[in-house]
């Protein structure tokens, strides 16, 4: 009921592409999805967030989808850039609980 | 405004030890939650302090506590270590009121259990 199942494990991309993660979840309860974004020797950093009353949010070039009747949600790239080469973590979590339930990661290459 | 800072960055320590870690949240941000990231678990949830209480836990052993002072700031402390304790350790700062979710992550401190 706490997993957070997240695929591919790792992604390569053209430069100007597309990059699609998806994830998967188990519990009804979880009603706040964020997505972060990791480089090596830092901290993850909050890239985008969504609440299930909406079925897609966009920032730029990130946006995430959302299908709450499949219980998963997706991060798509547009453009990717070899800047956005990173691990990216998808994570869920329910109201009055900071508590992240995080995916397994996933490691994107854009080469140029 | 500053963002989140974790003391010290990096650790060695030797099995059977203990280890205090210090985390310094966000300014006016009153919830900080620490996290375990290694590479064969991923990231872990080890425990949720607001306004100096615990108000979440994960699924560590007792050797693993915190506690969080008035100022906000928090430590984490982890007692008898072993070698399976090597990892990042995350603290995530927050608002911590009702409904406000996000939380922004410090570098972490990267502690090797030898």
């Known amino acids: 009921q706490q997993q957070v199942k997240q695929s591919p494990q790792s992604l390569i991309v053209q430069k100007g592409g597309i990059s699609i993660i998806n994830c998967a979840y188990e519990?009804?309860?979880?009603?706040?999805f964020p997505w972060y974004q990791q480089f090596p020797g830092k901290g993850p950093a909050l890239l985008i967030a969504?609440?299930?009353?909406?079925s897609e949010k966009k920032e730029g070039r990130f946006t995430i989808s959302f299908n709450k009747s499949a219980k998963q949600f997706s991060l798509h790239i547009m453009d990717s850039q070899p800047g956005d080469s990173a691990t990216y973590f998808c994570?869920?979590?329910?109201?009055?609980?900071?508590?992240?339930?995080f995916g397994a990661g996933t490691r994107l290459a854009v080469h140029p | 405004k500053a963002g989140v800072t974790q003391t010290p960055r990096y650790l060695i320590k030797t099995r059977g030890q203990q280890v205090t870690l210090s985390c310094s949240p966000i300014?006016?941000?009153?919830?900080v939650s620490w996290y375990q990231q290694t590479p064969g678990q991923g990231l872990q949830f080890l425990f949720e302090?607001?306004?100096?209480?615990?108000?979440n836990k994960g699924n560590f052993p007792g050797r693993f506590s915190g506690r969080q002072f008035s100022n906000s700031r928090s430590e984490m402390n982890v007692s008898t270590l072993e070698l399976g304790d090597s990892a990042l350790y995350l603290c995530?700062?927050?608002?911590?009121?009702?409904?406000?979710?996000?939380?922004?992550f410090g570098p972490g401190t990267r502690l090797t259990v030898t």
């Open positions: 302090y607001f306004s100096e209480t615990q108000r």
């Open positions: 519990n009804t309860a979880f009603d706040y």
């Open positions: 994570a869920a979590s329910k109201s009055g609980y900071n508590k992240l339930i």
């Open positions: 995530a700062s927050s608002p911590g009121l009702a409904g406000s979710y996000e939380q922004y």
């Open positions: 300014s006016g941000h009153r919830s």
């Open positions: 969504i609440r299930p009353d909406v």
